[in-house]
């Protein structure tokens, strides 16, 4: 599968941005999704992400109530909406995808076959 990442771009504090993955190949439905971003000279984080069937949403702690994931397996697309923006989440953000991980390894970078070319936000003080 191959992932395409798009939406970023620079926004004051407060603000919101939402992030688009488009996915191309096979049925992303099948596929967990994840979102993970790096600040440079930082390690890579996990962000968010959404089970097979979007059942489920994983944040993580310093996000939740701001950040959504959403998908739409129609269009083969998962939407990270970003809201209450803060300088610290300046980062490239990427997504992932995987076929057979396993939700303990949900939160882990290694775990994911597939990536996207990453899209940069920057948040403005």
């Known amino acids: 599968v191959q992932l395409q990442a798009s939406g970023g771009g620079l926004v004051q504090a407060g603000g919101s941005l939402r992030l688009s993955c488009a996915a191309s190949g096979r049925t992303f439905s099948r596929y967990v999704v994840g979102w993970f971003r790096q600040a440079p000279g930082k390690e890579r984080e996990f962000v968010a992400a959404?089970?097979?069937?979007?059942?489920?949403?994983y944040y993580i702690d310093h996000v939740k109530g701001r950040f959504t994931i959403s998908r739409d397996n129609a269009k083969n697309t998962v939407y990270l909406q970003m809201n209450s923006l803060k300088p610290e989440d300046t980062a490239v953000y990427y997504c992932a995808a995987d076929g057979n991980l396993i939700l303990s390894q949900i939160r882990i970078a290694s775990g994911y076959a597939y990536w996207g070319q990453g899209t940069q936000v920057t948040v403005s003080s």
């Open positions: 959404s089970s097979r069937g979007a059942s489920n949403t």
